[in-house]
């Protein structure tokens, strides 16, 4: 007797055919298009990509005329309904990597239709935008995750590590910086960052970094910034942002962090982005630089436009392995894979009875739940409220959090009534 086995799947949608896109879920969905996805706890399972909703479809169509049988063929949804259509496909979960102040309609448009969702950072801007969406989801049993690629670096790894094993000692205070080229701004996401700032695009990784790697109470929220490059110097669109993050342990100490964001670099500075962190503990000091620790390569007529000199192949790189197999990996592609683990454990693990002891297994796992995205969220609020206070005359406010109760409150500097953010 011929007896054909059918391969459980996940059916994957994908929410914005951008930037993101090209660099990490693409190669992620043509890897596992090619070889499938494999764990001990499940077995082989596929994970099509079968629907893509964006803006106006344009990308989504290039893609699919090079990509060929690269990728599972995709139904393509534009336009105001373009989400509604890519429910309709039956989708399992959908990965959200549209321009941030988009993800919390999109998210609970999609836990709403009882789909898994994995939400680009920052997850959202407002803790209120958090508690409901984090409410939803538990209410259906679906996973809301979200992207940190950051905290999967090698260097960040090590770096929480030794925190963990105690080999390095109650943190006291921090320093995180990272630019950007005037590209990223004036074209990749030119379309978008009217009103933005790239401490929110991009601090986030670090204020989830500190968040996650330290713990402690988030207490104070201060920031401030320049204006005048990428929009106007009166404007609310920011060209650099700095922030200051002050937590306390549970020992009454404090550390203090700072977080300088740029995207206004020259163009033809040798590096894709320039990162660099410093910790300092009771015990000894912790020092990254992203391109230090790399290489260096000159391409005429290439470097440092086209081509840049120093380059970071741990995020995201495209090699020749020795064996002839062209491949991309990183851990930006990482750690769209572990979510997929994570989402097929739940669902094929085990016995279907067990399935609700495995959803809290997952849930739990703090580096990427939305549960656990309080504080990088309060954070991350009261960093936008701070600077629309100086955008409209008003420079200078501090963002407390409140206890027990959470709540963000801001204080303007010569006025005694405080603004409650949440």
């Given at each position: 007797?011929?007896?054909?086995?059918?391969?459980?799947?996940?059916?994957?949608?994908?929410?914005?055919?951008?930037?993101?896109?090209?660099?990490?879920?693409?190669?992620?969905?043509?890897?596992?298009?090619?070889?499938?996805?494999?764990?001990?706890?499940?077995?082989?399972?596929?994970?099509?990509?079968?629907?893509?909703?964006?803006?106006?479809?344009?990308?989504?169509?290039?893609?699919?005329?090079?990509?060929?049988?690269?990728i599972h063929p995709f139904e393509s949804f534009s336009g105001?309904?373009?989400?509604?259509?890519?429910?309709?496909?039956?989708?399992?979960?959908?990965?959200?990597?549209?321009?941030?102040?988009?993800?919390?309609?999109?998210?609970?448009?999609?836990?709403?239709?009882?789909?898994?969702?994995?939400?680009?950072?920052?997850?959202?801007?407002?803790?209120?935008?958090?508690?409901?969406?984090?409410?939803?989801?538990?209410?259906?049993?679906?996973?809301?995750?979200?992207?940190?690629?950051?905290?999967?670096d090698p260097d960040h790894k090590k770096l929480r590590t030794?925190?963990?094993?105690?080999?390095?000692?109650?943190?006291?205070?921090?320093?995180?910086?990272?630019?950007?080229?005037?590209?990223?701004?004036?074209?990749?996401?030119?379309?978008?960052?009217?009103?933005?700032?790239?401490?929110?695009?991009?601090?986030?990784?670090?204020?989830?970094?500190?968040?996650?790697?330290?713990?402690?109470?988030?207490?104070?929220?201060?920031?401030?910034?320049?204006?005048?490059?990428?929009?106007?110097?009166?404007?609310?669109?920011?060209?650099?942002?700095?922030?200051?993050?002050?937590?306390?342990?549970?020992?009454?100490?404090?550390?203090?962090f700072d977080i300088h964001t740029s995207w206004v670099t020259?163009?033809?500075?040798?590096?894709?982005?320039?990162?660099?962190?410093?910790?300092?503990?009771?015990?000894?000091?912790?020092?990254?630089?992203?391109?230090?620790?790399?290489?260096?390569?000159?391409?005429?007529?290439?470097?440092?436009?086209?081509?840049?000199?120093?380059?970071?192949?741990?995020?995201?790189?495209?090699?020749?392995?020795?064996?002839?197999?062209?491949?991309?990996?990183?851990?930006?592609?990482?750690?769209?894979?572990?979510?997929?683990?994570?989402?097929?454990?739940?669902?094929?693990?085990?016995?279907?009875?067990?399935?609700?002891?495995?959803?809290?297994?997952?849930?739990?796992?703090?580096?990427?739940?939305?549960?656990?995205?309080?504080?990088?969220?309060?954070?991350?609020?009261?960093?936008?409220?701070?600077?629309?206070?100086?955008?409209?005359?008003?420079?200078?406010?501090?963002?407390?959090?409140?206890?027990?109760?959470?709540?963000?409150?801001?204080?303007?500097?010569?006025?005694?009534?405080?603004?409650?953010?949440?």
């Amino acid at each position: 007797m011929n007896m054909t086995t059918v391969r459980p799947s996940l059916h994957a949608g994908m929410v914005g055919m951008g930037m993101i896109f090209d660099e990490t879920y693409r190669p992620f969905f043509e890897r596992v298009q090619r070889e499938s996805l494999f764990d001990h706890r499940f077995g082989a399972i596929d994970v099509p990509l079968v629907a893509v909703a964006s803006r106006t479809g344009h990308r989504a169509e290039a893609y699919r005329a090079t990509a060929g049988s690269k990728i599972h063929p995709f139904e393509s949804f534009s336009g105001s309904d373009g989400i509604d259509h890519l429910i309709r496909t039956g989708i399992d979960f959908a990965c959200v990597a549209t321009p941030d102040d988009r993800h919390f309609t999109v998210a609970k448009k999609l836990l709403e239709a009882g789909v898994h969702v994995l939400i680009e950072k920052p997850s959202v801007l407002r803790l209120q935008e958090l508690d409901e969406l984090v409410s939803l989801a538990q209410s259906k049993c679906l996973l809301a995750k979200v992207v940190y690629h950051k905290l999967l670096d090698p260097d960040h790894k090590k770096l929480r590590t030794l925190v963990a094993d105690n080999v390095l000692q109650h943190v006291n205070h921090g320093y995180c910086s990272l630019l950007e080229p005037k590209q990223v701004s004036g074209s990749q996401f030119a379309e978008w960052i009217t009103g933005r700032n790239p401490g929110t695009y991009v601090a986030v990784h670090y204020i989830k970094l500190i968040d996650f790697t330290f713990g402690g109470r988030l207490k104070t929220i201060a920031a401030t910034g320049q204006r005048g490059i990428v929009g106007p110097k009166d404007g609310p669109t920011w060209d650099s942002t700095q922030l200051r993050l002050i937590y306390e342990y549970d020992d009454g100490r404090e550390a203090a962090f700072d977080i300088h964001t740029s995207w206004v670099t020259p163009d033809n500075f040798p590096g894709y982005v320039e990162q660099e962190v410093q910790f300092r503990f009771d015990n000894g000091v912790w020092n990254g630089h992203s391109r230090k620790r790399g290489v260096e390569c000159t391409v005429e007529g290439e470097t440092p436009i086209s081509r840049k000199i120093t380059m970071n192949n741990h995020y995201n790189g495209t090699f020749l392995e020795p064996w002839g197999e062209r491949s991309q990996r990183g851990y930006g592609v990482e750690v769209l894979e572990r979510f997929a683990r994570e989402l097929a454990y739940v669902k094929f693990g085990g016995d279907s009875a067990e399935q609700p002891v495995r959803y809290a297994e997952i849930q739990s796992l703090a580096y990427n739940d939305l549960a656990a995205d309080r504080q990088t969220v309060a954070a991350v609020q009261a960093l936008e409220a701070i600077l629309e206070h100086q955008a409209a005359g008003e420079p200078d406010c501090v963002v407390r959090v409140g206890t027990p109760d959470g709540k963000l409150v801001l204080y303007r500097p010569g006025n005694s009534t405080p603004v409650v953010l949440c």
